[in-house]
């Protein structure tokens, strides 16, 4: 019986190295390394991408984080990870659960992922996922980003047709416009220029004035 439960020990102790990634082995106190590999662990058996979260501790180390703020930060994320899984399907791709999560936790709602991913089908749900998080990231109201990239999905938006849009509003705002301002009216322009299919633009962006082709910017004092 004793051999047994040493040979169960030894089986336990390979499957937790194994469980253990290479790159924080030896660089956490205890406490904190079974913490990890417990939210790793988990991760795993929830069919979760496990990179995000040794990202975010090799990030909280490299700040210096506290061991307490890095676990929080992991549970946080870890969440985050299996709403954008909900929310997405059990068979989307682990990229596009990554951009859903950011997605998440930049304000988004479940609702309005499930809508993407509804209407892309199989395009792809990375680039506009990611475009939604950097518009919020750059002062666009969360509810506005969504609206503008759930009503270009809904007009069959290409990836190029989003970071475009990204790199337009990105200088608008540079430029002095207001970053809802300018996601809104960069959104209605490639309504106009046909990427809608005749939907029209989404609810709280105005029909474009044929000489207003962008973002109007605020005179300087």
Do not use: C, W
């Amino acid at each position: 019986m004793r051999h047994f439960l040493l040979f169960g020990l030894a089986l336990a102790s390979a499957g937790a190295l194994q469980a253990q990634d290479p790159r924080l082995e030896g660089r956490l106190d205890p406490t904190t390394q079974a913490a990890v590999t417990g939210l790793l662990d988990s991760a795993r058996a929830a069919g979760l991408p496990t990179e995000p979260i040794v990202d975010k501790v090799l990030e909280g180390m490299t700040k210096r984080a506290s061991p307490d703020r890095i676990v929080a930060a992991l549970r946080t994320l870890s969440t985050a990870l299996r709403s954008a899984r909900v929310a997405l399907g059990p068979g989307a791709p682990e990229g596009d659960v990554i951009a859903g999560a950011s997605a998440l936790r930049a304000g988004a709602k479940p609702e309005t992922l499930e809508r993407i991913s509804g209407v892309r089908g199989k395009a792809g749900l990375s680039v506009p996922l990611a475009v939604l998080s950097d518009l919020v990231a750059r002062g666009v109201p969360v509810d506005t980003a969504a609206t503008v990239i759930v009503h270009l999905a809904q007009g069959g938006a290409t990836d190029a047709d989003y970071t475009g849009l990204e790199r337009g509003v990105a200088r608008d705002i540079g430029a002095g416009a207001p970053p809802g301002a300018a996601a809104a009216i960069r959104a209605r322009v490639a309504v106009t220029e046909g990427q809608s299919n005749g939907n029209g633009p989404p609810p709280g962006i105005p029909p474009k004035s044929p000489k207003e082709p962008r973002a109007k910017i605020p005179a300087r004092p």
